[in-house]
Every structure is written in structure tokens, then in C-alpha cells.
């Protein structure tokens, strides 16, 4: 028998911390098992918190994004070893349907993901398929690991972008996912990056991470941009995206939406305007974002605004809801 500390959501809007003795049975050949260092708080997780999600509903262990340290592996893993620093592919992919088979592991239907459908990350120690874990290098400090998954996110989202489409990128929104965006489009090559955001304070990190400029919502002219990054994804947002893109530009839909929007059809269609999404990332996307971080090329320092020991994990998920909040992570172990 073993101790794991592991965070719920009983009900919704209550989180606990909580200690149980389990039985850690030996693994499975494909298994490694790990120790969470840092868990992050992405607003997903409030979501479920919130009882919003249309998947994911308390009671639940929440988590998808964290660092952690390899503690054993299954006798057939070779990707990891005891000892390495890694974070977690929250996408526990079937490996057998046409998506997987083909690597689209993000489109596994039905999607189980950590925090969601799947058991979530937020606990002490936990078994894992060994596929899920991505190796970093030790030098890089943990709390700048933990944030790989959402360098992760923006980094597919970008990568997705048609080639010609990052001349001239219109960002909507500047929240935690935004900022990384930025980030991503300076890395990935953009020419000029205009961003629309209300709080000021993440307007002049947008400029730090690599905007041209930012305006506040309603600031915008008659510009029209090459590429636009909708990271709110409402109504409001994804019209005046669709509306403030070129003659055969590109709409990246990149928020996730709280139900069905309009879109104004004919504009988009006569002029070859297309509108994509960003669902989630690959493996290979998890390696970029990693070697990002080493190389100091995608900056940490501001976007992780505060750090709770697990046992105030109530009070973390609380300052997450703050509106000058960008990511809260919660610490489980000093790795």
C-alpha cells in the first residue's frame, strides 16, 4: 500500500485535497509510473469545476498539464527511464481506430483525455501508457516545464496555419493561451502581429512576447489581415474574424466555443476565406514546445503568476478565476 495525494472536485465549485491509501499493483509492460512536481490550472479545468464542460463533470481528479519525474518503467518501456523529467500527452489515444493508426491521435472519437474522460494528473503518483511522456532535459527548472503544455497548444495551433497566412496575423485575445500564441507566431517566423485584448497589463506582455500592437475590442478599422487567431471563439469574436480577414486568408478558430455560432457565409465563400481549427496537438508538437523552452525561446517568467502547495489547492483554483490571473500551478513535490 502507498499514500497519493490527489485534488477533487466532489461537487461542483468545491475542491479538496485529499490522501488515500491505494494498491500499487507492478506495471504494465507499456507503463511508466511518475511523480508530479507541478500541476497547472487551465481554464478546461475550471470549467469542470464550474459544472460547464460537456464532458468532464465533478466529482473528478482534474489536471492535464504537469511536470513530473519518471519513478519506474514497465519491463517494455524504452522512451523513458527512472529518473527524467517529462510532462504528460493528457490524449489517451485508443491506438487502434484510423485516426490513431494513421498518428491523428487527437481525433481518437470518443476523445478520453486526462481531467475529462480519463482520470486526471492532479495526484501524487500515477501509471501512465509510457507513449504519453515527453522527456526534457534536467537543466530546465520545473516550473518552466510545467508550462509545455500550453507552448504545446500554440504551437500546433500555428502549425496549422497555411503557409503566406502569418504576414500579417490578427490575435484575438491575450489570455493564457493568447500570450503562448504570440509566442509562437514571433518563433514560427510572423511578420506583424496585431493583437485585440481588453486588460492592459496583458497587452503589454502581448507586446514583450512579440506584438506589433494592441488595441482594446472595438479599436479596429477597416484593416483586413492575412491570417486571424480567434482564441475567444464567440460569437462576437468569430465574426469579426471572418469579417476582418483577406481575400483568401485564413481563420483559425482556437477558443473553444460554448455552443453553435453564426458565420457570414457569402463573405467567406466568395473569396476563398477559410475557417480551421486547432483541436488540442501531436507528439511531435510536445517536442518543439520542450526544446522551445530549453532554448529560451519561448519566455515563462511573467505568464506564471502564482505557485500553491497542494495542500491550498482550494485557494489555487480560486485565484485561476481572477481576471489578472494567467496560470496558477500547483506544487506537489520538489522533483
Given at each position: 500500500?502507498?499514500?497519493?495525494?490527489?485534488?477533487?472536485?466532489?461537487e461542483i465549485n468545491e475542491v479538496i485535497t485529499e490522501k488515500k491509501e491505494i494498491h500499487s499493483g507492478p506495471l504494465k509492460e507499456h507503463e511508466a509510473?511518475?511523480?508530479?512536481?507541478?500541476?497547472?490550472?487551465?481554464?478546461?479545468?475550471?470549467?469542470?469545476?464550474?459544472?460547464?464542460?460537456?464532458?468532464?463533470?465533478?466529482?473528478?481528479?482534474?489536471?492535464?498539464?504537469?511536470?513530473?519525474?519518471?519513478?519506474?518503467?514497465?519491463?517494455?518501456?524504452?522512451?523513458?527511464?527512472?529518473?527524467?523529467?517529462?510532462?504528460?500527452?493528457?490524449?489517451?489515444?485508443?491506438?487502434?481506430?484510423?485516426?490513431?493508426?494513421?498518428?491523428?491521435?487527437?481525433?481518437?472519437?470518443?476523445?478520453?483525455?486526462?481531467?475529462?474522460?480519463?482520470?486526471?494528473?492532479?495526484?501524487?503518483?500515477?501509471?501512465?501508457?509510457?507513449?504519453?511522456?515527453?522527456?526534457?532535459?534536467?537543466?530546465?527548472?520545473?516550473?518552466?516545464?510545467?508550462?509545455?503544455?500550453?507552448?504545446?497548444?500554440?504551437?500546433?495551433?500555428?502549425?496549422?496555419?497555411?503557409?503566406?497566412?502569418?504576414?500579417?496575423?490578427?490575435?484575438?485575445?491575450?489570455?493564457?493561451?493568447?500570450?503562448?500564441?504570440?509566442?509562437?507566431?514571433?518563433?514560427?517566423?510572423?511578420?506583424?502581429?496585431?493583437?485585440?485584448?481588453?486588460?492592459?497589463?496583458?497587452?503589454?506582455?502581448?507586446?514583450?512576447?512579440?506584438?506589433?500592437?494592441?488595441?482594446?475590442?472595438?479599436?479596429?478599422?477597416?484593416?483586413?489581415?492575412?491570417?486571424?487567431?480567434?482564441?475567444?471563439?464567440?460569437?462576437?469574436?468569430?465574426?469579426?474574424?471572418?469579417?476582418?480577414?483577406?481575400?483568401?486568408?485564413?481563420?483559425?478558430?482556437?477558443?473553444?466555443?460554448?455552443?453553435?455560432?453564426?458565420?457570414?457565409?457569402?463573405?467567406?465563400?466568395?473569396?476563398?476565406?477559410?475557417?480551421?481549427?486547432?483541436?488540442?496537438?501531436?507528439?511531435?508538437?510536445?517536442?518543439?514546445?520542450?526544446?522551445?523552452?530549453?532554448?529560451?525561446?519561448?519566455?515563462?517568467?511573467?505568464?506564471?503568476?502564482?505557485?500553491?502547495?497542494?495542500?491550498?489547492?482550494?485557494?489555487?483554483?480560486?485565484?485561476?478565476q481572477e481576471a489578472d490571473s494567467i496560470k496558477v500551478l500547483i506544487k506537489f513535490s520538489d522533483g
Amino acid at each position: 500500500m502507498s499514500v497519493v495525494t490527489n485534488i477533487l472536485f466532489p461537487e461542483i465549485n468545491e475542491v479538496i485535497t485529499e490522501k488515500k491509501e491505494i494498491h500499487s499493483g507492478p506495471l504494465k509492460e507499456h507503463e511508466a509510473r511518475i511523480s508530479a512536481v507541478y500541476v497547472g490550472i487551465c481554464g478546461s479545468d475550471l470549467h469542470v469545476l464550474k459544472g460547464h464542460h460537456p464532458v468532464g463533470k465533478p466529482p473528478i481528479v482534474p489536471g492535464h498539464e504537469i511536470a513530473a519525474l519518471v519513478t519506474e518503467v514497465g519491463a517494455g518501456v524504452t522512451n523513458v527511464k527512472p529518473g527524467d523529467h517529462v510532462v504528460v500527452d493528457p490524449i489517451m489515444a485508443c491506438m487502434e481506430c484510423p485516426a490513431c493508426k494513421s498518428g491523428r491521435f487527437n481525433l481518437c472519437i470518443p476523445p478520453y483525455v486526462a481531467g475529462f474522460r480519463a482520470p486526471g494528473v492532479a495526484r501524487s503518483s500515477q501509471a501512465l501508457p509510457a507513449r504519453n511522456l515527453h522527456r526534457a532535459p534536467k537543466s530546465l527548472p520545473w516550473e518552466v516545464l510545467a508550462f509545455a503544455e500550453p507552448a504545446t497548444c500554440a504551437r500546433h495551433c500555428v502549425n496549422r496555419m497555411p503557409e503566406g497566412t502569418l504576414d500579417d496575423v490578427l490575435v484575438i485575445g491575450a489570455g493564457t493561451i493568447g500570450l503562448s500564441i504570440i509566442q509562437a507566431l514571433r518563433i514560427m517566423g510572423a511578420n506583424k502581429i496585431t493583437v485585440i485584448e481588453p486588460d492592459e497589463n496583458k497587452c503589454q506582455l502581448a507586446k514583450k512576447y512579440g506584438a506589433s500592437r494592441t488595441l482594446k475590442p472595438g479599436e479596429l478599422g477597416d484593416e483586413s489581415f492575412s491570417g486571424v487567431i480567434d482564441v475567444v471563439s464567440n460569437q462576437a469574436t468569430l465574426m469579426e474574424s471572418c469579417l476582418k480577414v483577406k481575400p483568401g486568408g485564413t481563420v483559425m478558430c482556437m477558443g473553444v466555443p460554448a455552443g453553435n455560432v453564426e458565420i457570414p457565409l457569402p463573405h467567406m465563400q466568395r473569396f476563398e476565406r477559410d475557417l480551421i481549427f486547432s483541436g488540442m496537438y501531436l507528439p511531435d508538437d510536445f517536442d518543439t514546445a520542450i526544446q522551445w523552452l530549453a532554448e529560451g525561446l519561448f519566455d515563462t517568467e511573467d505568464l506564471i503568476t502564482d505557485i500553491f502547495p497542494v495542500e491550498k489547492s482550494a485557494e489555487a483554483y480560486i485565484r485561476a478565476q481572477e481576471a489578472d490571473s494567467i496560470k496558477v500551478l500547483i506544487k506537489f513535490s520538489d522533483g
